[in-house]
């Protein structure tokens, strides 16, 4: 007679067994394409070298549409922050033809929307501004600037992140001559921190003489970006307003900063309709259509590199399939002489397709974000500030797209697996099953 134990231990080898079949009777074509995939033969069959060939292909067009997207939108959103820091997301000034950066015509501060806007969500900070032309002169030197003046509502987080020495200006004090100068500027002229300068301000009235101060630098920043940084001064709008004799309320412009950048057009559009009809609202894309015109070429050079890349490992992936096909003809007779439909059998060969891109597409990803992240916080890769207007390659990484890339690629190389899998439906099981 049976224990106990050995009709519990039968039963469960019973139940084990039976729930095996089923699951092999459900799912046959992915039981199959694993034994397919485990045996040695597929390792060290002919088609091997091609599977290898097919694998590096998806993994190198990963990590080139990893790179081409990372670094695209790294260098987008990096000048778009450099821009707004020197100036804001929308300007509001006067409503004239002037689109200089010398103060004309003052506005007055005093407006319905500072230091907020009220009926507008999604706006950081509303500040005040005022620009005045200059020059700094040495005994050997000069050079033509622009004095930026800004109150203490000004947000400096930009020109922290910035700032390679010494401290931001202190606007605590009555009047302070503390300015922020850029190192493009202080090298050129051969000048150093704490240094005090001697800078003559040109009035916007060709009559009148010009004015000398004298200012002191405070602080030196570099953001690489030498459009701004060869010729952008940083100080108290009072100087300005002293300079233009204007009073304590009157103000250049105002400038807003936005929380998310993407809202711009729709957020300057708001802005324009809240202000008085006396004043313009003007986002920085309207003020530099040229640079973000340059910056929308990113998106369509990416797009270029996403589907160039998809394509060459798609065709690899595809010759591989065909490959693997004709390598195992024996078995497709033998599969369809015993019941085993066209589809399913193609499905055999698409799962062991799909593993092939799961494994191209592991190594793509650990190889591209691992670059990624060492370019990131490391800073290896340098540019020319004077053409890229940043000194190293910057890299943005954002999850979301990473994952679509995956789910996108893999897709796209399963939907091209289809069509050749058809050779497969040409297949008769009376001529295959003589080469078995």
């Known amino acids: 007679k049976e224990t106990m ?28 394409a694993k034994r397919i995939i485990s045996s040695k033969e597929y390792k060290n069959s002919i088609s091997s070298p091609i599977i290898k060939i097919a694998i590096m292909a998806i993994s190198l067009g990963m990590i080139v549409m990893l790179i081409a997207i990372a670094t695209g939108d790294g260098l987008r959103e990096k000048i778009r922050s ?13 409503y004239d033809a002037n689109n200089s950066d010398g103060s004309v015509i003052p506005i007055d501060k005093n407006q319905k929307f500072y230091p907020s806007f009220s009926n507008i969500e999604g706006i950081k900070n509303v500040q005040v501004y005022a620009n005045q032309v200059g020059l700094i002169r040495t005994k050997t030197d000069f050079e033509g600037i622009i004095f930026k003046g800004v109150s203490s509502d000004y947000d400096w987080t930009f020109f922290k992140e910035y700032l390679i020495s010494g401290s931001l200006p202190n606007f605590n ?82 400038e807003i900063i936005l929380e998310n950048f993407d809202d711009l057009s729709l957020k300057g559009n708001e802005i324009y309709r809240e202000i008085d009809s006396t004043l313009d609202a003007t986002t920085i894309a309207a003020k530099y259509p040229a640079l973000f015109e340059w ?38 007779g033998i599969l369809k002489s015993l019941g085993s439909t066209n ?94």
């Open 295 to 332: 910056i929308e070429l990113f998106d369509n050079n990416t797009w270029f590199i996403i589907i160039i890349m998809i394509l060459v490992a798609g065709i690899n992936m595809i010759t591989a399939l065909l490959v693997l096909i004709l390598e195992r003809i024996p078995m497709v």
């Open 343 to 436: 589809w399913s059998i193609r499905k055999i060969f698409l799962y062991n397709a799909s593993y092939l891109i799961f494994i191209g597409l592991f190594w793509g990803n650990l190889a591209g974000l691992t670059l990624l992240f060492i370019q990131k916080y490391g800073g290896f890769i340098t540019l020319d500030p004077a053409t890229y207007y940043v000194s190293e390659v910057p890299v943005s990484i954002n999850l979301l797209s990473i994952v679509l890339l995956n789910i996108g690629t893999l897709i796209v190389c399963f939907v091209m697996l289809i069509i050749p899998s058809i050779i497969i439906t040409k297949i008769e099981p009376s001529k295959s099953m003589k080469f078995a």
């Open 173 to 254: 004090q009555k009047r302070t001559r503390d300015i922020l100068l850029s190192s493009t500027v202080i090298n050129r002229l051969k000048l150093q921190l704490n240094d005090t300068i001697n800078v003559t301000f040109f009035k916007n009235n060709t009559n009148k003489l010009p004015s000398n101060r004298k200012l002191v630098i405070v602080g030196v920043y570099d953001t690489g970006f030498l459009e701004f940084d060869k010729n952008m001064m940083i100080g108290d709008i009072r100087q300005v307003q002293r300079l233009n004799k204007w009073k304590s309320n009157e103000v250049g412009g105002f």
């Open 5 to 32: 134990l050995e009709i519990i231990t039968r039963r469960i080898n019973k139940y084990v067994f039976l729930r095996t079949v089923k699951i092999i009777a459900l799912n046959y074509e992915l039981f199959l």
């Open 82 to 94: 450099k821009i707004s820091g020197f100036k804001g997301h929308v300007q509001i000034t006067n």
